[in-house]
């Protein structure tokens, strides 16, 4: 006969073990950040043959992107709706952000991860002062469907915030970041990444369709800038173009083709 002191030591040993095995998500999330996943600088590439003529091309970002003149972006912000991933295994990254382009010293950015593993999609939001890496945010949940919005913004060329808002669950998590490496305040940008981790793009998923409303960058001079207007990216890899990338008033859409 077993005894009640043996029945429940493996009891608690069982809900041990529980415990200490994360969901596949939360584990192949805490593995992620582990091997250092990092936003870069857009790469921009030679455009490819028969390309559109009003668009560039680079190998990690698609979106809309102003470059202006020093100190002329202070906030930027964008709403989305949380997209579904398909495929096996991939990842895509919605995010808006000041520099990365002409400035390629710091970027101050925020937005949302979409992730699949072994055809089981997650998703992160989180915050990012380049070259630093990616953290997480916690006590906000993203599930698809979610209407996101993103907003930094630099309260002096090395220090500033980023706010995530889940407009659906009324959730916001907020950041306060400071770095050593300044801002240009150059670029405001609307963007899906395909990001890195431990050095190297991570394949790059079908993420559908993104995108951003409501999305504005200004300065200290009052001008308000929305995408329709900016250079448009679209990500090439290996000579296939996989975005295609439009802009309308305050609306910039992100397409995987």
Known sequence: MVSKFALLS?????????????????????ARRRENRQSQPVNRIASPAGATSNVQYSSNWAGAVWAEGYGTFTTVTGTFTVPTPSGNSGAASAWVGIDGDTCQNAILQTGVDFTVTNGEVSY????????DYAYDFYGININAGDVITTTVTASSTTSGTAVIENQTTGQTVTQELTSSYALCEENAEWIVEDFEENGSLVPFADFGTVTFTSATGSGTSGTTYTPSGATLLDIEQNG??????????????IQYV
Do not use: C, K
């Not at 493996?10 to 805490?30: E, H, Q």
């Open 10 to 30: 493996n009891l608690l040993l069982l809900a041990s073990a529980a415990l200490a095995v994360p969901s596949s998500r939360l584990g192949a999330r805490l």
């Open 124 to 131: 992160d939001a989180w915050y990012e002062w380049y070259p």
């Open 240 to 253: 296939q173009v996989l975005t295609s990338v439009s802009t309308n008033g305050e609306t910039a859409t």
